[in-house]
């Protein structure tokens, strides 16, 4: 009869010296059974596309001071994204950065710790999470259970227990009912409990209400208009195609005040004839405006048709001013001196009368007296589009502000410098705040010799310009961006 072999952890132990032995788990002795296996992580349910393209893009906004609305296009198109995924992608990619400082309170209040007390990365995910709890109609338990999954991915089902824990008690009420908690008395601090409702930095919303003036009881519409998405405007290229033939074109509407502005219904614009050929280009109507009241302002003597366009970097406004130089016979210089903005410059002005100088404005070296129009159109916060940089208002700071206003100052008096008597300077900056608008202004009318020309009627037929002489457009009165615009005239 054959003797069967011995089996582990019977009869005597079949592995020579030094041979431990084992229990039936496998485990020498004396070793816990957790000592052998590290701890089984649960398996967790990663985003789905669009989510995780909406978090990437609030990380690289966090980590990289980058823009949201250059990232998360080429992102959606890297990844294959389309459709309902697409506009869900950006909803809350957008809408997260347009509301970080309302959610940010929210998520404080509901941890009971600051927000710079918790890790960057869960910070970012509960706010994806609180935005669709708070502001979509996305059900509360998709909005917790996919962010909590992601937590735990990301780290582990502590910090996933926390981010649940955190996102349950800001379910516990809507956006309404947090507002009413965290929001600055509507009775004491009128401006504060709008900045708050609205999602702004109060200190851009005290900046708006300055600059509504006897109107500051808008102010609750002119944020909530930062909060939409702006429509996509063209300007059809003057001598080249008209705006009905470009509305029937791209099937779009006539613009109310630009005579070059069609309002685009959907769809890429780059993708459109009329874009890639050049007959066209992607222009906010207030920029439109900006552009052609630089060649309507009455000039004391001929105009020469030599025209300047001092801060012409990316080109648009240059395109629309040299278009419309190239019918009457004149030239555009324009001066640019960052390298890619120039080079875009020149890509938006081929086959225009364009001369691109890569200089300082300030310093030109351009001779003294040499133009008969020079638009000014100055770096500055950007606070009238911020529809359309959804996380700048919170990057922006009020030490921006004096910091600007020199820059628009010294640039504004380069202008004057160079325009001949008689000729016109218009100053025009993407910003209500009256530090950059009417104080640079001010300043110019007691250092330089210029006077203010009425600016509202080179707008025509925009009206609720404001009280003049100067031109303030808003998003929720005119649909653009809150452009403002004065024009100056040189002593003869």
């Not at 296996?37 to 690289?60: C, G, I, S």
């Not at 918790?118 to 509960?126: A, R």
């Not at 452009?483 to 040189?490: I, P, R, S």
């Amino acid at each position: 009869m054959t003797e069967r072999p011995e089996r582990a952890g019977r009869g005597k132990p079949q592995g020579g010296k030094g041979f431990q032995k084992r229990d039936r788990t496998g485990a020498p002795p004396g070793r816990d059974r957790a000592q052998q296996r590290p701890p089984r992580r649960p398996r967790r349910t990663p985003l789905d596309p669009a989510r995780q393209a909406a978090f990437d893009v609030l990380r690289a906004v966090s980590e990289r001071d980058a823009y949201a609305n250059l990232v998360l296009p080429a992102m959606l198109a890297e990844r294959g994204i389309h459709g309902r995924d697409a506009a869900f992608a950006t909803e809350l990619a957008y809408g997260s950065c347009r509301t970080l400082g309302l959610l940010d309170a929210v998520i404080a209040a509901a941890a009971g710790r600051p927000i710079d007390q918790i890790d960057p990365v869960l910070l970012d995910l509960l706010r994806l999470g609180s935005y669709q709890l708070l502001r979509t109609n996305v059900a509360g338990h998709a909005a917790v259970s996919t962010t909590v999954e992601q937590a735990g991915i990301e780290f582990d089902s502590v910090r996933a227990g926390f981010v649940n824990g955190v996102l349950r008690t800001i379910s516990g009420r809507d956006e309404a009912g947090w507002v009413a908690e965290l929001a600055p008395p509507k009775d004491t601090d009128p401006v504060g409990h709008l900045a708050f409702v609205n999602a702004h930095p109060r200190w851009i919303a005290q900046s708006f209400a300055d600059a509504l003036g006897a109107h500051a009881g808008e102010l609750d519409a002119a944020l909530a208009a930062d909060n939409t998405r702006p429509g996509v405007h063209l300007a059809a290229r003057p001598g080249v195609l008209t705006a009905d033939e470009l509305a029937a074109a791209v099937e779009g509407t006539v613009g109310r005040y630009s005579p070059y502005a069609v309002y685009l219904g959907g769809g890429d614009p780059g993708r459109l004839a009329a874009v890639r050929e050049d007959k066209a280009l992607v222009q906010d109507e207030g920029s439109q405006l900006v552009a052609r009241a630089l060649t309507l302002a009455p000039l004391v003597g001929d105009d020469g048709g030599r025209w300047l366009d001092l801060c012409s970097g990316p080109g648009g406004k240059t395109a629309l001013i040299a278009a419309i130089a190239a019918q009457q016979g004149g030239t555009v210089t324009a001066i640019e001196p960052a390298s890619r903005r120039a080079d875009l410059v020149e890509q938006n002005t081929r086959g225009l009368p364009v001369e691109v100088l890569r200089v300082d404005g300030r310093e030109s070296s351009l001779q003294p007296g040499s133009f008969d129009r020079v638009l000014v159109d100055a770096p500055c916060t950007g606070l009238g589009a911020l529809r359309r940089r959804p996380e700048a208002r919170w990057r922006r700071t009020p030490a921006d502000v004096p910091v600007l206003a020199k820059l628009q100052r010294e640039l504004l008096a380069a202008a004057i410098a160079l325009v001949r008597p008689g000729g016109v300077v218009l100053y025009a900056t993407c910003s209500p705040h009256l530090a950059e608008t009417v104080g640079v202004v001010s300043d110019a009318l007691r250092r330089h010799p210029v006077t203010a020309l009425d600016t509202r009627p080179l707008f025509a037929p925009a009206d609720q310009l404001g009280d003049g002489p100067h031109v303030q457009l808003w998003p929720h009165r005119h649909g653009t961006d809150a452009m403002f615009a004065a024009a100056l005239q040189k002593t003869v």
